[in-house]
């Protein structure tokens, strides 16, 4: 069975500045795809960044970046210049690309973040 | 485009009723998947339904089922529900459930069991 750890339960970060979140992993698969989600005090879970397990280049998406490494199983994130509106948990999230794992995300147990001004 | 709806969004029920949940998918979208949200044991996948049909199931009990319709809107139904079962039910659906597709969620069901 997949897992997925977070293993800050809380982070906090000022306005302007650079925060990591850590994810790590463990499956026995090769193929796999990697997200983070974003849940704010709204609940609505919002998908921030995926990346393929078969892609060497790690995913950014304008603020938003990872650094994937696969041997490690390690799949962090990095938000730059912290907006007070990235307040929220995060989830990582694994799912498998085979046939048995439709439709199911494998969620960590999140990462509250709070932007302070 | 319209996005994931739930409904209702809060529901209050007592131990031992039955509670009927619903999603409505983005438009053309075919899979929908419900997860369970608690404090507790975090978001844990229930199960995914494909063109009327359930591909993938969670380890949860018998007491939790679903079903989706040609429209593929798709209900979960929870029976003899169990204090325990108080969380935020939350649906996502995506064009057709596989690993490149990106899952759209809804804004969840919040249910309390008294």
């Known amino acids: 069975a997949q897992t997925v750890t977070q293993s800050q339960p809380e982070m906090s970060v000022q306005e302007a500045e650079t925060v990591t979140l850590s994810c790590t992993y463990d499956?026995?698969?090769?193929?796999?795809?990697l997200f983070w989600y974003k849940q704010p005090p709204s609940r609505q879970m919002i998908l921030v960044i995926r990346q393929e397990a078969y892609k060497q280049q790690n995913a950014t998406e304008n603020r938003f970046s990872v650094n994937f490494q696969k041997a490690a199983k390690s799949f962090s994130l990095k938000i730059s210049d912290s907006q007070l509106g990235d307040t929220a948990m995060y989830f990582c999230?694994?799912?498998?690309?085979?046939?048995?794992?439709?439709?199911?995300?494998?969620f960590g147990q999140g990462t509250i973040l709070t932007v302070h001004p | 485009k319209a996005g994931v709806t739930q409904t209702p969004r809060y529901l209050i029920k007592t131990r031992g009723q039955q509670v009927t949940l619903s999603c409505s998918p983005i438009?053309?979208?075919?899979?929908v998947s419900w997860y369970q949200q608690t404090p507790g044991q975090g978001l844990q996948f229930l199960f995914e339904y494909f063109s009327e049909t359930q591909r993938n199931k969670g380890n949860f009990p018998g007491r939790f089922s679903g079903r989706q319709f040609s429209n593929s809107r798709s209900e979960m139904n929870v029976s003899t529900l169990e204090l325990g079962d108080s969380a935020l039910y939350l649906c996502?659906?995506?064009?057709?459930?596989?690993?490149?597709?990106?899952?759209?969620f809804g804004p969840g069901t919040r249910l309390t069991v008294l």
């Open positions: 438009s053309g979208h075919r899979s």
């Open positions: 499956t026995s698969e090769n193929n796999y795809y």
């Open positions: 999230a694994f799912m498998n690309s085979g046939g048995t794992s439709y439709g199911k995300l494998t």
């Open positions: 996502a659906s995506s064009r057709a459930g596989g690993v490149v597709d990106t899952q759209y």
